[in-house]
């Protein structure tokens, strides 16, 4: 009894492999990631994820998906990577409250303000930073690690190089896009498809203006903005060795069957620890690719990551499918180990245990053994029906019997033994853990309104520092910072005129720029500029560390008051209000900090570390921009960032001057105009006509999204 009992104590499992996660974008591709290896699936339940056209989950459905996967061993992530305004937001965590209730193992997020209202709702429940956040740098990692973060899903652009930096010294997990699409902006500062279609890629409903023809000066034949996929197999190992804690397969919205092809190749490349072979590389060519694979951003190579879907072989397509439906409806991969030990005594019941090594346990018995007549039961013919787990989710790895001699039952009761106990151990594998469920936390209060909004003038070139524009006293004039520390003397008449200056860092800053903005950093705050406007939490380190005071700006995703809150407490002074709300939506945000809006300038669409500059003019050319134009004859501009970064700015130019009442009436501390490609005439003549000294307006115009808003 003594060594039966031992058996009852069972200690918890320490598993240190990487992690490989599927996409599961229907019931169906949930069995085809399980069955061929994936450790996890990340699927979409509700409106409030960012493939919100894939076939996402009913509450039923879900359920038994979670069930599923918790039987087998796979973690399930839901994807809440969306956006959230204030009035969907309790939606949003009741959404979470049902994920966490049936037991999912974690929550993708985006929104600032949503990980805030989810941390104190659900504490028990962990959040992985979305890429949707922009983190490219261990700051960032760090930031998201404050917010009570347990995992950050890196910017795609980042090298091998940066990958194993940010891994190295992170004090939280990471995560990595491994195979499948990649966006030619980095995700959660593209704009394009809200602006010119109001499908918002930060609400879930992209409609992919990257994968559009595009002239570029010549015919309209090019696709300047369309990259090959993702496919970092052979590379698997490498990541693995530096530490990377989930390996990431993108896919959605695709069909089961390359779920399940996919999913296969990189889990037995992962496990078996080996190169990829010429088939399976040219199986997940077959299945989808876009001219081919690209490593670009991995290698630090971008010469040649540009492609677009070509016609592909449907009947070796669908040959591959077919196969892989067959395989995963049909089989049951035995992926979970369990234990067996089995006793049968003379005057008792026979017993038996099974136990996982995640601390799972089933304990049950049997009727109590007659008296041979023949040979009796052996240890060896006990265990070996025990080791009949096939067509279940259980491997049996171990498996002892202590079998009194001149015993005998029926082979049907040890069968129904060993059936009993594989279904009460699934039955304890499937259980949800327990977690708690508390109220969601108040809104921020909100700070004293203000009397009437500040002018704030955004310029891009010192060029556009003018006389003229000077003399209209702005009250805040922000300069990018690189373009300050170059020469401060263009903003000295501003400074002497009363206007506050604040450095504009730039919108992407790896690990490797650091030193070069923070050496202009410090440069300019002993200079006397002490403020600075941060699009992303891992600049705020940087601009801490300088010894400036940090203004927010749009890149930061200020789409609901729990977000701007959040903000105020990281001691944010000001913050912008996303671009994509409706001013009505503006209006009625609880505003805990002095908060801003652009009212006026072609708003930026995308930053890439793609050259669409270098694609146009054949070489480099950064101080001219480009122009880039659809089939309906919009032309964007295109302009170079830092880094060789490339932004693309929306064709029409948001004018909101002649809306100053409902702008006065929104609560607004700030409102900003932002001059990109303008001459430095055209700025102040801008500039009068929205303080009412002129009756300037642009031929072409746009509201924006703050009448129409976005899907």
Not at 543 to 565: C, E, H, I, P
Request: charged residues 25%.
């Amino acid at each position: 009894m003594l060594y039966f009992r031992l058996y009852l104590y069972v200690k918890q499992g320490d598993s240190t492999m990487t992690e490989l996660l599927a996409p599961a974008g229907s019931p169906e591709a949930v069995i085809a990631a399980v069955q061929n290896g994936a450790d996890a699936i990340y699927l979409g339940m509700g409106d409030f994820n960012a493939r919100r056209g894939a076939k996402n989950f009913t509450e039923e459905e879900f359920g038994k998906a979670v069930r599923y996967c918790r039987i087998r061993g796979c973690k399930v992530y839901v994807a809440l990577n969306t956006l959230v305004s204030d009035r969907e937001t309790e939606a949003a965590v009741a959404q979470a409250r049902l994920a966490s209730s049936l037991g999912a193992d974690g929550l993708i997020v985006q929104d600032l303000g949503l990980v805030r209202a989810l941390r104190a709702a659900l504490p028990d429940l962990p959040i992985h930073a979305s890429t949707q956040m922009s983190i490219h740098n261990l700051a960032g990692v760090d930031a998201a690690a404050e917010m009570g973060v347990t995992r950050v899903v890196l910017a795609r652009e980042l090298s091998f190089e940066q990958i194993k930096f940010i891994t190295s010294r992170a004090s939280i997990e990471t995560e990595v896009f491994v195979h499948g699409a990649l966006c030619f902006c980095h995700s959660g500062q593209c704009y394009m498809s809200a602006l010119i279609g109001r499908r918002s890629g930060n609400r879930g409903m992209c409609a992919q203006p990257c994968r559009m023809q595009y002239s570029l000066g010549g015919r309209m034949d090019d696709y300047p903005l369309s990259l090959k996929d993702n496919c970092l197999l052979e590379k698997l190992g490498e990541l693995e060795d530096a530490g990377v804690a989930c390996l990431k397969i993108e896919g959605r919205m695709k069909r089961p069957e390359y779920t399940a092809v996919v999913t296969g190749i990189y889990a037995k490349v992962l496990r078996e620890r080996r190169a990829p072979t010429k088939d399976e590389l040219e199986t997940l060519a077959t299945v989808f690719s876009r001219d081919g694979f690209t490593q670009g951003y991995y290698n630090g190579d971008k010469s040649d990551m540009f492609g677009t879907r070509g016609e592909i072989v449907e009947r070796d397509a669908e040959r591959i499918y077919a196969e892989a439906r067959r395989a995963y409806s049909d089989g049951e991969l035995r992926r979970v180990p369990l234990h067996f030990y089995t006793v049968c005594t003379k005057g008792e019941r026979i017993r038996a245990i099974a136990f996982d090594d995640e601390g799972s346990r089933a304990v049950v018995s049997g009727p109590m053994p007659e008296a041979a007549m023949r040979q009796g039961l052996s240890e060896a013919y006990i265990t070996e029906q025990m080791f009949k787990t096939g067509g279940t989710p259980y491997n049996c790895v171990e498996n002892r019997a202590k079998v009194e001699r001149g015993l005998f039952l029926p082979t049907a009761e040890i069968n129904d033994l060993r059936r009993r106990l594989i279904t009460q151990i699934s039955e304890e594998r499937a259980r949800p853990p327990e977690r708690r469920s508390l109220p969601l936390s108040p809104l921020p209060g909100a700070a004293p309104a203000p009397e009437k909004p500040v002018w704030i003038f955004q310029v891009r070139t010192a060029e556009q520092l003018s006389d003229e524009l000077c003399a209209l006293r702005p009250d805040y004039l922000y300069v990018p910072a690189m373009v300050l520390a170059e020469d401060l003397a263009p903003v000295q008449p501003f400074i002497d005129n009363g206007t506050k200056v604040v450095a504009v860092l730039p919108r992407v800053v790896t690990d490797s720029e650091q030193a070069a903005v923070c050496e202009a950093l410090k440069k300019l705050a002993a200079a006397g500029v002490d403020e600075a406007l941060v699009g992303n939490l891992g600049h705020v380190a940087l601009v801490r560390r300088a010894g400036m005071a940090l203004r927010g700006d749009f890149g930061l995703n200020a789409f609901n008051s729990r977000t701007l809150g959040v903000l105020r407490d990281c001691g944010f002074l000001s913050a912008t209000a996303s671009f994509e709300l409706r001013l009505a939506q503006i209006k009625d945000l609880v505003k805990p900090l002095d908060t801003e809006l652009i009212v006026y300038g072609r708003l930026p669409l995308m930053v890439s570390d793609q050259c669409v500059i270098r694609h146009s003019a054949g070489r480099c050319a950064c101080s001219t921009p480009a122009q880039m134009s659809d089939r309906t004859g919009n032309v964007f501009h295109v302009v170079k960032e830092f880094g060789c970064r490339n932004v693309i700015y929306n064709a029409h130019k948001l004018y909101l001057a002649d809306r100053k009442d409902e702008l006065d009436a929104a609560g607004l501390w700030g409102l900003r105009l932002l001059f990109s490609t303008e001459s430095a005439r055209e700025c102040a003549e801008v500039a009068k006509g929205y303080l009412g000294l002129s009756d300037y307006r642009p031929n072409v115009l746009t509201r924006g999204l703050y009448y129409r808003g976005v899907d």
